[in-house]
């Protein structure tokens, strides 16, 4: 069965730590998206790649910064972790020539941040 | 830039039929999906349908799209409490299935 898998399901950090969040898909898909889900806010997207050693800003990028070194794994970094960050994150991957399979997603990372 | 929307709540009664609404407003979207999100996990792809369809139909969900209303509805036939989630509308453009554009989701309460 194919999957995308998030390092950690619950993580709390502090105010002010780097904060690494890790997905790693086995489906050798190009696309790797990082949303962050907010009640009545739905998924907002902070970064996505095409590609290995690809990045582009999604809607929200500000505090993020991400890394994508081999194809499998996209990393989402917290330069320095704040409070409004406090979310669930959601990673997610795609196949770029196969629209009809649409996203597959990991379990996600309910973050705390306190 | 493409906006997806979603009416944020619907409750029905064990055995009715559900449907949930959603519009669009890019009309090169391609793909249309629907996606279901249980408790404390990630979203699980439903269904979706080409921009050249008008419905589809799979067990108990049939999806229809009027594309001139640039509206979609996901209708789940005989509503059982194991389909209490929450269901998000995406759309996407072209062959690469890259940045979808996701509604906010509607809650779907099935009351025994």
């Known amino acids: 069965d194919v999957k995308v898998t998030q390092s950690s399901r619950y993580l709390v950090k502090r105010t002010g730590e780097k904060v690494f969040l890790e997905c790693v898909q086995d489906m050798d898909h190009e696309n790797m998206f990082w949303y962050r889900q907010d009640p009545g806010l739905g998924l907002r997207l902070i970064y996505f790649?095409?590609?290995?050693?690809?990045?582009e800003k999604g809607d929200i990028p500000e505090g993020y910064s991400v890394s994508r070194e081999k194809k499998e794994r996209f990393s989402l970094i917290l330069e320095s972790a704040s409070t409004n960050q406090t979310s669930m994150y959601l990673c997610a991957s795609s196949l770029s020539d196969r629209p009809i399979y649409g996203y597959t997603f990991g379990s996600g990372t309910r973050l705390t941040v306190v | 830039g493409e906006d997806v929307e979603q009416s944020l709540f619907l409750s029905v009664r064990e055995g009715d039929s559900s449907v949930i609404n959603c519009t669009y407003t890019d009309s090169s979207s391609t793909y249309l999906y629907w996606y279901k999100q249980e408790p404390g996990a990630g979203l699980q792809l439903l269904t979706y349908i080409f921009s050249n369809m008008d419905m589809k139909q799979d067990q108990r969900l049939t999806v229809l799209l009027n594309k001139k209303d640039k509206h979609l509805s996901l209708r789940i036939a005989d509503t059982q409490t194991g389909d209490s989630a929450i269901y998000f509308c995406a759309e996407s453009m072209g062959a690469n299935a890259g940045k979808s554009t996701f509604g906010d989701g509607t809650t779907l309460t099935v009351k025994p």
């Open positions: 790649s095409y590609d290995v050693k690809m990045k």
